[in-house]
């Protein structure tokens, strides 16, 4: 029982490029949830999904796409990088809606030139 | 002004002291009171939590409300260097769609051996 995994660990992209970060869980859980965490600025939610096929817009969206095609899959795509994404990206899931209780992946430390 | 306001330290103390966590907070409709703790390069785990207000004893640690003062704390007796990491506190509310987790920016805590 792996948890939360997300791939990759690390990326150093250029400003412009685009790329696709993994998030995979295996406690069934319905809701997923995508954040960012700088210094000063705390954990912030980008997207959410209550569930397969859905996703929703957080706090900070924007310069960010996900989709939800397998339960246990939650992708979050960056088309266009910018050096504002620079970030610790986490992502979770919960069992029931805005549990309480958020199981967080290890997190991908994204950097961008 | 912040929904959840949280001094981000840093902390830090000798092995073996009390240590108090503290978050204020401004919308009284949050029922639901978390600490979750983040050991450096890793994702955040829920450490307790409080449905409403009162105090929650788990071994070592207490979570109590004060809804009155819309102040919530986290006391570690004993301190260990183990307990090294950042606290996070997070609340939500407990009606209708707006039950985002909240979260504080954390408290960075050291513990001194």
């Known amino acids: 029982n792996a948890g939360v995994t997300q791939t990759p660990k690390f990326r150093v992209l250029k400003t412009g490029q685009s790329m696709t970060l993994l998030c995979a869980q295996d406690?069934?859980?319905?809701?997923m949830y995508w954040y960012r965490q700088d210094p000063g600025m705390g954990l912030r939610l980008i997207h959410y999904?209550?569930?397969?096929?859905?996703?929703a817009k957080g706090e900070v969206p924007d310069g960010y796409n996900v989709s939800r095609l397998k339960k246990q899959n939650f992708l979050l795509g960056l088309e266009s990088a910018a050096p504002s994404q620079t970030s610790v990206y986490f992502c979770?899931?919960?069992?029931?809606?805005?549990?309480?209780?958020?199981?967080f992946g290890p997190g991908t430390r994204l950097t961008v030139t | 002004q912040k929904e959840v306001e949280q001094d981000p330290g840093p902390l830090s103390v000798p092995e073996g002291a009390i240590v108090s966590l503290n978050c204020t907070y401004s919308?009284?409709?949050?029922?639901?009171f978390m600490w979750y703790r983040q050991y450096s390069r890793k994702g955040p785990e829920l450490l307790m939590y409080?449905?409403s207000s009162g105090n929650k004893e788990d071994g070592r640690f207490t979570a109590q409300v004060d809804k009155s003062s819309k102040y919530i704390s986290l006391f570690i007796r004993d301190s260990q260097p183990s307990d090294s990491a950042t606290y996070l506190c997070?609340?939500?509310?407990?009606?209708?769609?707006?039950?985002?987790?909240?979260w504080g920016l954390g408290t960075s805590l050291a513990v001194n051996p």
């Open positions: 919308n009284s409709a949050f029922q639901y």
């Open positions: 979770a899931s919960s069992g029931q809606d805005w549990s309480y209780e958020q199981y």
């Open positions: 999904s209550v569930g397969e096929g859905t996703t």
């Open positions: 409080t449905y």
């Open positions: 406690m069934n859980h319905e809701y």
């Open positions: 997070a609340m939500r509310t407990n009606a209708g769609n707006n039950r985002k987790l909240i």
